[in-house]
């Protein structure tokens, strides 16, 4: 790491946006220096705790804190702007989980700050748990034969009150639904151990909770290997289950959660498991640690925007699927522009 360390700000001042504090405390090279929240007591109570100024807009931090990058810990369609304003300013950006909700919204983040060359990054964190990294390696290597198919179930529980106690959580403008904000990590892990997705079939809707955004959501796929593909997601089930991911290839199965290999058989016996070791230090610090080594060394970050989209591009496929009752292949999200963009 350099002498000087990198001067980092915190827009939003919420649960991630703690997570992200506590995780710059314990990185070298990295200095909080400001923090934003549009609510002025959160804003103030923040910035009191982690020792920082504190401002209730985004540009007053921008403009005052001389950031050399920021966390974007906003809800999840309230990114585009802060990411496009961080670009013009010149600070590299780490953004939480989803880059945006609609493909017009990500290709403005992702194009302002290519244009602008600065860092633009994505936390995905779980594709540095030891069990996700293995099933990388297993299919990567071919262990399963060919693969021929390959799902994840998101099958979690929110109570009403996750919904009433939050003024984004189920909207249709900042949240998305489950499979933005519960499932894209499932998602993505799926797609990151067996390969790109080239088109999508899918169906969402609010079966439980009284939210303007889905709940409930069924994905098929096809995978431009030939694989066929699915994806359950809900916050409406009891009990809540672990993210499972299951690989089935020609020659054996693998099934993983997030914590442990439930299965990995190949011709009929049962295989070996050889786990990386975990992060001391955990993935979600691990990442965040990343992008400041990667903006002090001038190197591209762990989850760039080509990697971060992935994911949401099926989503964005399955949306449109939905809408027109039709397979959507995933390559055409770039033409799927909303008027409201």
């Not at 058989?265 to 955990?282: A, C, I, M, S």
């Amino acid at each position: 790491m350099t002498e000087t360390p990198v001067r980092v700000g915190i827009v939003g001042c919420a649960s991630m946006g703690r997570s992200h504090a506590e995780a710059l405390a314990d990185t070298d090279g990295a200095e909080l220096v400001g923090c934003a929240d549009h609510t002025p007591e959160t804003a103030r109570s923040f910035g009191e705790t982690h020792g920082c100024p504190s401002y209730t807009s985004h540009a007053d931090l921008f403009a005052d804190a001389a950031l050399d990058a920021v966390c974007v810990c906003t809800p999840n369609g309230a990114h585009r702007d802060i990411v496009v304003d961080a670009a013009a300013a010149g600070i590299d950006v780490l953004c939480e989980k989803p880059l945006e909700i609609t493909p017009g919204r990500v290709d403005d983040m992702v194009a302002a700050c290519r244009d602008a060359g600065v860092t633009l990054a994505c936390i995905l964190q779980r594709r540095l748990f030891p069990t996700m990294q293995f099933a990388r390696e297993v299919v990567g290597d071919g262990r399963l034969g060919r693969l021929v198919f390959a799902d994840v179930r998101v099958k979690w529980h929110r109570d009403r009150s996750y919904y009433d106690d939050s003024s984004w959580h189920g909207s249709a403008d900042l949240d998305g639904g489950v499979l933005f904000t519960q499932a894209l990590h499932g998602i993505d892990l799926l797609q990151w151990v067996a390969g790109d997705v080239s088109r999508v079939a899918g169906t969402g809707d609010a079966l439980y909770h009284d939210i303007e955004a889905p709940d409930t959501a069924a994905l098929s796929l096809r995978f431009e290997d030939g694989a066929l593909g699915q994806v359950s997601a809900t916050t409406a089930t009891r009990p809540q289950q672990p993210i499972s991911l299951e690989f089935n290839g020609t020659e054996g199965t693998l099934r993983v959660t997030e914590t442990g290999v439930e299965l990995f058989e190949v011709n009929g016996e049962k295989q070996p498991v050889d786990l990386p070791d975990p992060r001391p230090d955990g993935p979600h610090v691990a990442q965040i640690r990343d992008f400041v080594e990667a903006v002090s060394a001038g190197r591209p970050p762990m989850v760039p925007p080509d990697e971060a989209r992935k994911g949401v591009d099926i989503i964005f496929a399955a949306e449109r699927s939905d809408s027109r009752g039709e397979w959507v292949s995933v390559s055409s999200v770039g033409d799927l522009r909303d008027a409201d963009d």
